[in-house]
């Protein structure tokens, strides 16, 4: 039998008797035991009675686990459309997906997944002749969770270092391998954290890791100092000799790429997620030594290209949204940058490729896309096919076409093959997603936060829709780190919009979308700005009755998790679901685990001072929380997150089972093996979504 849904006006069941009868449901949550445990701020004891549920390793943390996923999967169970909607995600998963084709030596490569592969397939293919597979990550481990997790090519192709992910950790291991053959080479190195891989010629390449906790969890062991290493092909790992790093210049953050043409290696250095040193070594000079062009991390920069001794250098110092300039690489001093392309009002990266700089500007976080000549002239404007993302670009000198990807949140992600020479954009591949644009549109308002500064949001919705206050809706934010949110669409929100329900995404403060005083006016002593914008964002969608709030769902990830935390805590009565994913929810010991200190940028830590300490104490989810009604709430997280740790959202869930007064369910959903998010297979990202529309739609009183 055919389950046909029906969110519209006429199908959408969601009286106030179905909702009662719905939330009627007995919960009975694991017992969680509580412990006598306290830390000291500037003469202030916080208690935090769930400190346990830290230790991933302890039996106890890992049958509470058990127990609350037990209980997770008997209530998603008992949903009576959650198969239904299963199958229908899995329909609508189930076309072929390809990535924009790049160029190593004779071969052309691209990522391709058949439909419901576990994982994306790397093929490769000569001109255009008949593709072959090179890598099947799918062969890897027999459930699909060991994922591909970057690859890197010689200069001539002729050789190539891929990383493996196993479950979703950020600790990979690298194996090389001979492109001609596949034979492997030497022996595969281990224990590689945050790191891509740089090859000098194909005799070895630089790579970065941490020392790996000893003592302790390796998930959530403390990573504190990153190191650049040397890798000769043919010699044991311990011996690869040390380049940056350790403790003569310990840096939290170490990554290291060389120019196309192999002259310089660029070691780019920091402590934190924002803020950068820059060094450079001349490769071609024998014995050269490592010199510094930026010695401090007060702004962010990155060498594009060069072209002899020039070099191309992208930053923001003096120019808040970036701006592109020159240096000889013989006086590489700040003092001695030239503007090749001025800072503007909107944002800035910059790719290179066929001998032009690709300027990629944020125009109200649309794509605006200009390319220039090597010399700073402006060549054109490249016209794109309508306002949304559009990524790509870059490619090696040498190369008269790229590729890229455009995108928007009704437009499936499509690849045109750009010529240089000419501007023409012609399209490459087609998605196969089953979606019609023409039925959908997004449309862009501006609303005023609780300062009154003026923020932009996208809301997309199926065309006719009415404002009547009853569309079920998932308002989506982050808010941090300088990330921007650009539009881009996503085959799980069909499950929404195709039945009548919206999608808002507000670009809030401390992400990147205008700059540099953008982000900062939502950090540390700035950070509650983040949250009233997402609040405010939700207060217009019900002021213009795109719904209310009784069909309101907040949703975001990580940082967007503490978003999630935040608002629910402040602000329990304005939302009826909370879906806060892999967030940092305890920000009082977030700087305790792994990388953790290295987002102290954005967050302080509560050892800062005693006004930053009284700041994330008084707006950290696990300590804001209270005995009130909350939302119905459905966290997530995974077993294998070694980026914000599971313990988050284990205290999180914990203390809000605890504290919940009124009759919405409090769940968490911890997936097995699996990570922060990249390299799950795709029954597990089917899975995951079919679970949050199904709590999201029970728990708004939809029936279908």
């Known amino acids: ?115 419901l592969q576990p994982q994306a397939v790397l093929w490769r293919q000569v001109g255009d002749g008949t593709p072959e597979i090179f890598l099947d990550p799918n062969t890897f481990s027999k459930d699909g969770t060991t994922s591909l997790a970057g690859i890197d090519f010689t200069k001539d192709g002729s050789m190539a270092a891929y990383q493996l992910s196993e479950g979703g950790s950020d600790w990979r291991k690298v194996i090389v391998i001979n492109t001609a053959d596949k034979t492997i080479v030497g022996d595969t190195l281990t224990d590689i954290k945050f790191s891509g891989i740089a090859w000098h010629g194909n005799t070895g390449f630089y790579y970065s890791s941490y020392d790996k906790p000893i003592a302790g969890s390796q998930l959530s062991g403390v990573t504190q100092h990153h190191k650049l290493f040397y890798h000769k092909l043919g010699t044991a790992q311990h011996t690869d000799v040390l380049i940056f790093g350790g403790e003569q210049t310990p840096r939290r953050y170490i990554q290291a790429y060389l120019t196309e043409d192999e002259h310089f290696l660029v070691i780019s250095a920091a402590d934190t997620t924002t803020g950068n040193e820059l060094y450079l070594q001349d490769l071609n000079l024998p014995d050269s030594k490592i010199i510094t062009l930026v010695d401090n991390f007060d702004n962010e920069h990155a060498v594009l290209d060069n072209a002899g001794g020039k070099l191309f250098i992208l930053t923001n110092l003096y120019a808040p949204n970036f701006k592109v300039v020159t240096v000889d690489a013989a006086s590489p001093k700040p003092i001695h940058w030239k503007d090749l392309i001025p800072t503007t009002h909107n944002v800035l990266t910059a790719t290179t490729g066929g001998g032009k700089i690709f300027a990629e500007y944020l125009k109200d976080a649309t794509s605006l896309i200009e390319q220039y000549d090597m010399n700073g002239k402006h060549e054109r404007t490249i016209t794109l096919p309508a306002i949304g993302t559009a990524s790509g670009f870059g490619t090696k000198n040498e190369e008269k076409e790229t590729y890229y990807t455009f995108t928007n949140y009704v437009y499936p992600p499509t690849i045109f093959k750009y010529d240089i020479a000419t501007g023409t954009s012609t399209i490459f591949k087609k998605s196969g997603a089953q979606f019609d644009p023409e039925l959908y549109e997004s449309k862009q308002v501006f609303y005023a936060s609780k300062d009154g500064t003026e923020i932009p949001m996208i809301i997309t919705y199926k065309k006719g829709m009415k404002r009547n206050s009853s569309n079920p809706t998932l308002l989506y934010g982050y808010g941090g780190f300088n990330i921007s949110l650009t539009p881009a669409f996503s085959t799980s929100n069909i499950i929404l919009l195709e039945h009548g329900g919206i999608y808002a995404v507000p670009n809030l403060r401390g992400g990147g979308e205008y700059g540099g005083r953008w982000h900062k006016a939502g950090i540390k002593l700035k950070k509650q700005n983040v949250f009233d914008d997402f609040i405010a964002a939700a207060e217009y969608l019900i002021r213009n009755k795109y719904t209310s709030k009784e069909h309101l769902a907040i949703s975001g990830g990580s940082n967007g998790g503490l978003l999630v935390g935040a608002a629910m805590t402040q602000r329990p009565n304005l939302f009826k679901v909370a879906l806060p994913a892999v967030g940092v929810l305890d920000m009082l010991r977030y700087n305790q685990f792994t990388a953790g ?6 967050y302080g830590t509560a050892e800062d001072s005693e006004e930053m300490f009284k700041y994330l104490y008084n707006y950290s989810p696990y300590h804001a929380l209270k005995p009130t009604a ?45 990570g922060h998010g990249a390299g799950q297979s795709t029954e597990q990202i089917i899975s995951g979504q079919v679970d949050k529309w199904a709590f999201m739609f029970w728990n708004m009183g939809v029936r279908f």
């Not at 055919?2 to 007995?26: D, E, H, P, W, Y």
């Open 1 to 115: 039998m055919k389950i046909i849904f029906s969110l519209s006006v006429a199908g959408l069941l969601c009286s106030n008797v179905f909702a009662q009868q719905m939330n009627t449901t007995k919960i009975t949550y694991p017992t969680t035991k509580k412990v006598d445990s306290t830390n000291t701020y500037f003469g202030t004891s916080v208690p935090d009675p769930y400190r346990w549920l830290e230790d991933d390793r302890a039996d106890d943390t890992k049958a509470w686990v058990q127990a609350e996923n037990k209980v997770t999967q008997a209530y998603l169970s008992q949903i009576p459309y959650r198969d239904a909607i299963h199958e229908r995600l899995e329909k609508l998963w189930n076309y072929e997906k390809y990535s924009a084709p790049f160029k190593e030596g004779k071969y052309t490569y691209f990522y391709k997944n058949d439909g």
């Open 597 to 602: 200190a290295g987002w102290s940028y954005d």
């Open 630 to 674: 909350y939302p119905a709430t459905m966290v997530t997280t995974a077993d294998h997150d070694d980026r914000v740790v599971p313990a988050h959202s284990f205290k999180f869930a914990a203390r809000l089972q605890e504290y919940q007064q009124g009759p919405a369910p409090v769940l968490i959903r911890i997936e097995v093996k699996a």
